[in-house]
């Protein structure tokens, strides 16, 4: 995924860093909001790779929130981890994804690397599509879980 702050629209580095520094330090989306704000402010409207960069940040956000540390394909999967599903999660995941495997011991789920179009001998997803595809899996997957554990 093509996603970094060009040189030709912050040409400082100093001051690529600085924007570097504060894209890692957003707390939540209205941080990334107020940065976007501050980029197109004095740089112009963000390049493509500026906002890639903006929505891997907001990525992170979601799987800080969710409790995910880590995010990594893995052969033709997709492994999450560290999760605990509980029964109603695992049967949620088993509905939406019949050939996911849940590893209770190594709290991990690995999902087939989604394609496109969802058939079978399509083009892996790649770049945005599968980063907004991984959004979706998550908090489908996670957001339940969360919600359950704070009432």
Excluded at 127 to 137: A, G, P, S
């Amino acid at each position: 995924m093509d996603a970094h702050v060009p040189h030709d629209y912050v040409t400082g580095e100093r001051l690529r860093l600085e924007v570097y520094r504060k894209i890692a330090e957003a707390a939540d989306g209205a941080a990334l909001d107020a940065i976007v704000e501050e980029l197109t402010d004095r740089y112009g409207e963000p390049p493509t790779p500026v906002r890639n960069l903006l929505r891997v940040a907001a990525f992170r956000q979601a799987c800080r929130t969710l409790g995910v540390g880590e995010v990594a394909l893995a052969g033709n999967g997709l492994r999450v981890g560290p999760v605990e599903l509980p029964d109603s999660a695992q049967m949620r995941l088993r509905r939406l994804h019949p050939k996911a495997q849940y590893r209770p011991a190594a709290k991990t789920v690995t999902v087939p690397r989604p394609v496109e179009g969802g058939r079978l001998g399509g083009a892996p997803l790649r770049d945005v599509e599968l980063l907004d595809w991984c959004t979706k899996l998550l908090t489908d997957l996670l957001a339940p879980v969360r919600q359950a554990a704070q009432v």
